[in-house]
């Protein structure tokens, strides 16, 4: 065995069709086209969304809801997240900085503390915002919160 006897296992490649090669090959004359039309032209390519003429799906489908421009965007990230990052690093204070190099939120995300799971200590928790229950939450343990600016 050496790289000169390689080859693909039987069955696993196919040869292309080889269009418009004259009459005799079967595949000449319309090359597989059919006869006149659009699709039959050298160069054609459809819209995205073309059905043909019939009124297209985005178009029969009615416009709906609004989107906020001004909407902020939030990862949320649970207690009982923040548990597990005290437990595996033994951190004191948590910010978006400490949450970032542990791969818990990405480099642009804003963070907002939500309230499942509960924390076992008081911890320092630095983030954009907090839900009610997740202050609460970090306070009744003996925690500070501080919500951080962008």
């Known amino acids: ?5 390689l080859k693909p296992a039987k069955g696993s490649t196919k040869t292309n ?20 039309g659009a699709k039959s032209r050298s160069g054609y390519s ?5 059905e043909g003429g019939q009124m297209p799906l985005v178009r ?22 923040l548990q597990a990052l005290i437990d595996k690093r033994g951190v004191k204070a948590i910010d978006p900085t400490v949450m970032r190099e542990n791969g818990l ?4 995300d804003l963070v907002k503390v939500l309230g499942r799971g509960d924390l076992k200590a008081g911890v320092e928790v630095k983030a954009h915002a907090f839900s009610a229950t ?10 500070t919160t501080e919500i951080v600016n962008r």
């Open 1 to 5: 065995m050496d790289l000169s006897n």
């Open 17 to 36: 069709k080889r269009l418009g090669r004259g009459q005799g090959s079967g595949r000449g004359g319309t090359s597989t086209r059919g006869h006149k």
């Open 46 to 50: 459809s819209k995205r969304g073309f």
């Open 60 to 81: 029969r489908v009615p416009k709906f809801g609004f989107t906020n421009p001004t909407r902020v965007e939030y990862k949320g990230i649970n207690l009982d997240a």
């Open 105 to 108: 939120i990405g480099k642009n």
């Open 134 to 143: 997740a202050k609460a939450a970090i306070e009744a343990k003996g925690g």
